[in-house]
Nanobody, 123 residues
Framework: VQLQASGGGLVQAGDSLRLSCTAS????????MGWFRQAPGKEREFVAAISWSGVNTYYPDSVKGRFTVSRDNAKRTVYLQMNSLNPEDTAVYYCAAKTVSGPDDRGMMYDYWGQGTLVTVSS
């Protein structure tokens, strides 16, 4: 499985941005998908996860209410809608696929990773 993340860029505080992650291969529909981010000098941080059906979503408190994860299995794509961005959201954002069902905020539980897309939020 190959994951291709896109949609990053430079925005101002308060703006919105939508990231996309497109997967190769027909088994995408079976995977729990996650988004993580890593800011310079910081550890990787869990941002969101979505079940294979799209019914269940999970967020840490740091982004809950501002970020929304969704997926379109027909397009093999998962999205991360980010609203009310602030400079603390600046990071490289990665999508990841987990072959074993069930959400997880631990990156080590994910089997496939995209290359990352940079989001920079200016104040």
């Amino acid at each position: 499985v190959q994951l291709q993340a896109s949609g990053g860029g430079l925005v101002q505080a308060g703006d919105s941005l939508r990231l996309s992650c497109t997967a190769s291969g027909p088994t995408f529909v079976r995977y729990t998908m996650g988004w993580f981010r890593q800011a310079p000098g910081k550890e990787r941080e869990f941002v969101a996860a979505i079940s294979w059906s799209g019914v269940n979503t999970y967020y840490p408190d740091s982004v809950k209410g501002r970020f929304t994860v969704s997926r379109d299995n027909a397009k093999r794509t998962v999205y991360l809608q980010m609203n009310s961005l602030n400079p603390e959201d600046t990071a490289v954002y990665y999508c990841a696929a987990k072959t074993v069902s069930g959400p997880d905020d631990r990156g080590m539980m994910y089997d496939y990773w995209g290359q990352g897309t940079l989001v920079t939020v200016s104040s």
